[in-house]
């Protein structure tokens, strides 16, 4: 099958396409793998929310949470199995793609409880879990980017396990996370680990960004705040990529390990699709591409990006002090940027505790219907 041309160019330009959704019925159907061969998908992302819409919908958990319902098992341990057996599965579908680009691609990343977010030990023991559960080389761990997340990252990565470390809205974050990884790196050289063996993506959440600011700025009113819409996600995105290049572009922390096999952390454009419907919903693709990043997208963005994205090659390389002007008339027109990372983090925890809390609700209604029916 043929690749689809503007996501052929995306991905010439150096920008790995993952999709940004699982479900069994897309497992099934052969849909994630004709993404595959002709959307230049070469990973998949998955959190709560996702998974709570996998499972709130369709039958095709039926049969599985009918059998564990049987046994016994309870909801934490039905949801566990489910989202392990699709993330084991989608792994195998991306082995071709994890074996042809050396383990950069083909990855699929599953996230810790949510519910985990601010307890560093407890997220530790289940990404240890988890990895071992799935039991694949190409798998993610996903781990928020909050304060307690960070010393678990470093102790995740010092035991050799991959990670995709998720929730990061500022750079100042961004940096923390590097330090992390580079943390994790050392250790888990200390320790005997192959670093060659180890990866690591920093997803960094980017329509979000746009949709708080330009709140505050349509709140603010004047025609500079209004003018300033739809602007801070790029630019925060793309001074994103150049504390990344200063990291890991002859950063002399960097240097050692790479020698030693490692690879550097990229960055992963999260939450592309485009929330107001007045802004291009090609945006957070084809202004974000840069060697070096990956771009998870959902279905719709993917299809946009198909049909009419219009991929010219790297946008972001240079366009750091540009980037910076765009944050200095935000804050000199009273955007208080510290405040608005703190309500994003402190959001996103929440919706993905709110679809946790949803699918325990609902899992634990289908067990209590199975155990009803087997009577």
Not at 151 to 158: C, E, G, R
Not at 215 to 222: Q, T
């Amino acid at each position: 099958m043929a690749q689809n041309p503007n996501l052929a160019a995306l991905s010439a330009a150096g920008v790995s396409v993952w999709l940004d959704d699982l479900s069994r019925e897309r497992l099934q159907s052969g849909s994630l793998q004709e993404l595959i061969d002709t959307r230049s998908v070469v990973g998949v992302t998955t959190n709560p929310s996702i998974f709570q819409a996998a499972l709130s919908t369709g039958t095709a958990y039926n049969a599985q949470v009918a059998e564990l319902a049987e046994r016994g098992a309870d909801v934490d341990a039905t949801i566990r199995t489910v989202t392990t057996d699709d993330v084991r599965n989608a792994c195998d579908v991306l082995r071709p793609q994890w074996e042809a680009s050396g383990g950069v691609d083909g990855r699929v990343s599953i996230e810790v409880d949510p519910r985990l977010a601010h307890d560093t030990d407890k997220t530790i023991l289940q990404a240890i879990e988890l990895w071992k559960i799935v039991d694949r080389p190409n798998l993610l761990i996903k781990i928020p980017a909050t304060e307690a997340g960070l010393p678990a990252i470093t102790a995740v990565l010092a035991e050799g396990i991959s990670v995709n470390v998720t929730l990061i809205f500022s750079v100042e974050r961004h940096r923390a996370v590097m330090d992390a990884y580079l943390a994790g790196l050392e250790a888990a050289e200390k320790a005997g680990h192959d670093l060659n063996t180890i990866h690591s993506v920093a997803s960094f959440f980017v329509s979000r960004v746009d949709t708080e600011i330009d709140k505050r700025l349509e709140a603010i009113g004047s025609d500079e705040a209004l003018a300033l819409r739809g602007k801070a996600g790029v630019a925060n995105a793309r001074l994103a990529y150049a504390a990344y290049e200063e990291v890991f572009v002859g950063g002399k922390r960097f240097a050692p390990l790479a020698e030693a096999g490692a690879w550097v952390q990229r960055p992963l454009w999260a939450s592309t699709g485009v929330k107001n419907p007045d802004y291009s919903d090609t945006l957070y693709v084809t202004e974000l591409v840069a060697p070096n990043t990956v771009n998870t997208m959902p279905e719709k963005t993917l299809d946009a990006v198909a049909d009419h994205g219009v991929v010219t090659g790297d946008t972001i390389t240079g366009t750091a002090a540009e980037a910076q002007g765009v944050f200095d008339k935000l804050d000199a027109i009273g955007i208080d940027l510290r405040d608005v990372f703190l309500v994003l983090e402190d959001e996103g925890v929440e919706k993905f505790e709110k679809s946790w809390q949803q699918l325990l609700d609902a899992t634990q209604g289908q067990l209590d219907a199975a155990a009803r029916w087997s009577r």
